[in-house]
T-cell receptor, first 115, second 115 residues
Framework: KAGVTQTPRYLIKTRGQQVTLSCSPI?????VSWYQQTPGQGLQFLFE???????NKGNFPGRFSGRQFSNSRSEMNVSTLELGDSALYLCASSLMTSGRFGEQYFGPGTRLTVT | AQTVTQSQPEMSVQEAETVTLSCTYD???????LFWYKQPPSRQMILVIRQEAYKQQNATENRFSVNFQKAAKSFSLKISDSQLGDAAMYFCAYRSSNTGNQFYFGTGTSLTVIP
């Protein structure tokens, strides 16, 4: 079974631009979570989607948004990029079985650099 | 909100020796899951081991085992017979059973294995 895939793997943007990152979960996984990873802050939770609905949201400004499609693929959008948005963005998917979620499986991440 | 604390930013171990990584967490819930994830340099994050809070028996996966102390809210990871491939950043994570699939991660411990 294919793992979690994220595109693009690397991205360089200019301050003020916007960016869209994509995540394809493992087949059958309907929960997709997004994290921002920086050396100083560690992994910070952005949001989680399940069956096209955002169920949890972290403490990030409204410039960060996401969505999930009917095939469980998810996108994350950051508008008006700031230098501090430079980070590794990780996506993770989970399988729900008998009403309980299993562990999260992570993608390789998208390395975003804002200049 | 739940918090996860890893008090050791860096650890080192001699090859073939044993090392223990510490993790504490804060929660008022009784039903939850705990995880250890490993992130090798420039590589994908992978699950090392998981523990369900309702299970008294400590989880074990080959050379990896945990010491789960529910009352003390402590969840340490023991790596036996350390190998060079164990060198990585290790993250402790918490997930409630009641609030969907939101994970809370510690700030990580960087493990160096000395040949």
């Amino acid at each position: 079974k294919a793992g979690v895939t994220q595109t693009p793997r690397y991205l360089i943007k200019t301050r003020g631009q916007q960016v869209t990152l994509s995540c394809s979960p493992i087949s059958g996984h309907r929960s997709v979570s997004w994290y921002q990873q920086t050396p100083g802050q560690g992994l910070q939770f952005l949001f989680e989607y399940f069956s096209e609905t955002q169920r949890n949201k972290g403490n990030f400004p409204g410039r960060f948004s996401g969505r999930q499609f009917s095939n469980s693929r998810s996108e994350m959008n950051v508008s008006t990029l700031e230098l501090g948005d430079s980070a590794l963005y990780l996506c993770a998917s989970s399988l729900m079985t008998s009403g309980r979620f299993g562990e999260q499986y992570f993608g390789p991440g998208t390395r975003l650099t804002v200049t | 909100a739940q918090t996860v604390t890893q008090s050791q930013p860096e650890m080192s171990v001699q090859e073939a020796e044993t090392v223990t990584l510490s993790c504490t967490y804060d929660t008022s819930e009784s039903d939850y899951y705990l995880f250890w994830y490993k992130q090798p340099p420039s590589r994908q994050m992978i699950l090392v081991i998981r523990q369900e809070a309702y299970k008294q028996q400590n989880a074990t996966e080959n050379r990896f085992s945990v010491n789960f102390q529910k009352a003390a809210k402590s969840f340490s990871l023991k790596i036996s017979d350390s190998q060079l491939g164990d060198a990585a950043m290790y993250f402790c994570a918490y997930r409630s059973s009641n609030t969907g699939n939101q994970f809370y991660f510690g700030t990580g411990t960087s493990l160096t294995v000395i040949p």
